[in-house]
C-alpha cells in the first residue's frame, strides 16, 4: 500500500507571508498531483508533474518534484486571503487502475 | 472544467434505505472514479470503472455497489445506507494522455439519519 504524508495538517498566516507545503512517501510515483479545495466544492487541479526534479511555477506558487519521485513540495510567495483553502496531494501509481494516493491534506488560512 | 455532473448535490436518507448518486461526463473519458471525502481520513476510492460494464473495488468498497451501462454515466450505490456512510462523495474522471491526472466533479453530500 502506498501512502502519502502531507504535512503540515494546518496552517495559519498572515498575508504576504511565504510558506511550503510537503508531500513525502517511501514509494515512487508515476506522477504527483497538486490540488485545492474550497468548501463546499471539489478539488481543483494546480499541476501535475511527472518527471523527477521537475519545477512548475503557477503565479505566486512554485511546485517541484523530488528527483526519486517520492516526495513533493508546493511553495507559495506572498500568500493571499484568496488561497485560503484545503491543498491536496496525489501520487500516481504503477497500478492497473490509474488510482491515485491522496495525502491527508493541509488547511490554509491567509489572515488579512 | 471537465464536463462532470453529480446529482443530487444533498440528499438525507434514513437507515436502511436504498440511495443511487449519479455522476455524468460529457467528454468520453473512459476511467470514472467514486471517491468518499471525510473529515480526518481525506479522500478514499471507492470504486472505479475502466470502461463500460467495467468496474472494481477501491479501498472502501464494501456496502457499495456501482454499474456503468454507458461511457458517460457511473452510477454508486448503498444498498442499505447506514449512518457510517455519511459523507461528501465525489467522482472523478482520468484523461487520457499519459499521465493520472484526475478531475473531480462537485460532490454530493449526503446523510443517512
Known amino acids: 500500500t502506498q501512502l502519502l504524508e502531507q504535512s503540515p495538517q494546518f496552517l495559519s498566516i498572515q498575508e504576504g507571508e511565504n510558506l511550503t507545503v510537503y508531500c513525502n512517501s517511501s514509494s515512487v510515483f508515476s506522477s504527483l498531483q497538486w490540488y485545492r479545495q474550497e468548501p463546499g466544492e471539489g478539488p481543483v487541479l494546480l499541476v501535475t508533474v511527472v518527471t523527477g526534479g521537475e519545477v512548475k511555477k503557477l503565479k505566486r506558487l512554485t511546485f517541484q518534484f523530488g528527483d526519486a519521485r517520492k516526495d513533493s513540495s508546493l511553495h507559495i510567495t506572498a500568500a493571499q486571503p484568496g488561497d485560503t483553502g484545503l491543498y491536496l496531494c496525489a501520487g500516481g501509481g504503477y497500478n492497473a487502475g490509474n488510482m491515485l494516493t491522496f495525502g491527508g491534506g493541509t488547511r490554509l488560512m491567509v489572515k488579512p | 472544467d471537465a464536463g462532470i455532473t453529480q446529482s443530487p448535490r444533498h440528499k438525507v436518507t434514513e437507515t436502511g434505505t436504498p440511495v443511487t448518486l449519479r455522476c455524468h461526463q460529457t467528454?468520453?473519458?473512459?476511467?470514472m472514479y467514486w471517491y468518499r471525502q471525510d473529515p480526518g481520513h481525506g479522500l478514499r476510492l471507492i470504486h472505479y470503472?475502466?470502461?463500460?460494464?467495467?468496474?472494481d473495488k477501491g479501498e472502501v468498497s464494501d456496502g457499495y455497489s456501482v454499474s456503468r451501462s454507458k461511457t458517460e454515466d457511473f452510477l454508486l450505490t448503498l444498498e442499505s445506507a447506514t449512518s457510517s456512510q455519511t459523507s461528501v462523495y465525489f467522482c472523478?474522471?482520468?484523461?487520457?494522455?499519459?499521465?493520472?491526472?484526475?478531475?473531480f466533479g462537485p460532490g454530493t453530500r449526503l446523510t443517512v439519519l
Open positions: 467528454e468520453n473519458h473512459r476511467y
Open positions: 470503472s475502466y470502461g463500460v460494464k467495467d468496474t
Open positions: 472523478a474522471i482520468r484523461t487520457s494522455g499519459g499521465t493520472d491526472t484526475q478531475y
